[in-house]
Every structure is written in C-alpha cells, then in structure tokens.
C-alpha cells in the first residue's frame, strides 16, 4: 500500500483544502495510507546563507522524502497560490530537496466556480522549478468549486459525480507513481543538479 503526504497548502484554521483532504484519507484508507501535513509555524524564508534550516522544515522533508508520492491542495488568492505555500515550498528547496522525481498530484478547491484553476497551474510552474524538480501528473487537476456547499455534516463530498472523478484521478495518481518508480535512472544527478543549483553562477 503506497504511503502519501497529502500537504494542506495554506496556513488558515478552517479551510475546505484541508476538508478535501480529510475526506480523500477517509475514502481511500484501504487504497493508500494519507498523512496530512500542516505548514503552519513556519519562519518566513530570507535565504539565509549560514543559519540552519528550522527543525519543522527538516521533518516535513524527511516525511516527503519516505512518502511514495506528494497530495498538494491549493486554494487561490489573486489568481495564485497563497503565500504561506510558496513560503513552505522555498524552505523545501533550501538546502534539503524532497520533491526531487517526487510525484505529486495537484487537487484544489474555492469558495467560487472555478475550484482554484489558476493557482493549480501556478503552483505547477513553481514545482517544476530547478530548485524542487517535482514530477507532477499530467491531465490531472481536480476543481472544487463551491466548496463552501461542497460537504455534508460529517465532511463527504456530497456531489456523486465528483466523488467519481476524485475516485479517477486517485486511480491514475496510483498508476503514476508505479510508473514513477520506474523512471528514477538519473535520480542520483538530478539531486546533485538540484542541490548545486544556483540563479547567481548561470
């Protein structure tokens, strides 16, 4: 049974993201092991050059690194991903390298019709950056919109249609990480690439 992290990716106290996600470790706990992840509490990144990287950072990169793959929910602020995200993800990069060929599933939900498709693609750009390096799913967004009237009392997602297209992607998601596995030849120099990475020696 695959084992994944499944990142809550903002820092507010109630969120229909972590809702998602709760949901998705219910409904498929006798497919996959989903440990939530929090990313609140952690310092705001300055690239710093000597000081280490913070404790939280450190055991939110070993549990990326033993996962099997990444589930990221993304709500959308200003047509992009919050900043408590990006900040997340820039400590992630930062002298540890996790996602390196991690495959990661992208899910997303908003309070309006769109269900977070803007910041879906953002936060794919960022993690196909050369500091993360992330393998991300192909055809694989899935938009909840509406998200306020989205779940029942006990947190079901209550539209069938969308439970069926949830089941889908998580199917997929499952295939792409045995794929996945099968893909990793240059592993090795794609984090020694990662790692040595530097905007000021290009």
Do not use: C
């Not at 079901?156 to 199917?171: H, I, Y």
Request: aromatic share 8%; net charge negative.
């Amino acid at each position: 049974m695959n084992k994944f992290v499944a990142m809550v990716g903002t820092n507010a106290k109630v969120s229909t993201n972590r809702t998602l996600l709760q949901f998705m470790k219910q409904h498929f706990a006798d497919q996959a092991e989903i440990e939530l992840m929090e990313i609140t509490n952690l310092p705001l990144f300055n690239k710093p050059e000597n000081s280490p990287v913070p404790a939280p950072v450190l055991a939110m990169a070993k549990k990326i690194d033993a996962a099997d793959g990444v589930i990221i929910a993304t709500p959308e602020y200003d047509h992009a991903v919050p900043s408590s995200l990006m900040n997340a993800l820039e400590w992630l990069s930062h002298r540890v390298h996790p996602f390196v060929d991690k495959p990661v599933m992208i899910v997303g939900a908003s309070y309006g019709s769109l269900g977070s498709s803007r910041a879906q693609a953002h936060l794919r750009q960022i993690l196909d950056s050369p500091e993360l390096r992330a393998r991300i799913m192909p055809s694989s967004e899935y938009l909840l919109g509406h998200s306020l009237d989205a779940f029942d009392d006990q947190g079901n997602l209550k539209d069938a249609d969308k439970v069926a297209q949830l089941d889908g992607l998580f199917k997929d998601f499952q295939t792409f990480v045995t794929v996945s596995g099968h893909l990793n030849n240059a592993k090795d120099l794609n984090q020694k690439d990662t790692q040595n990475f530097d905007w000021n020696k290009l």
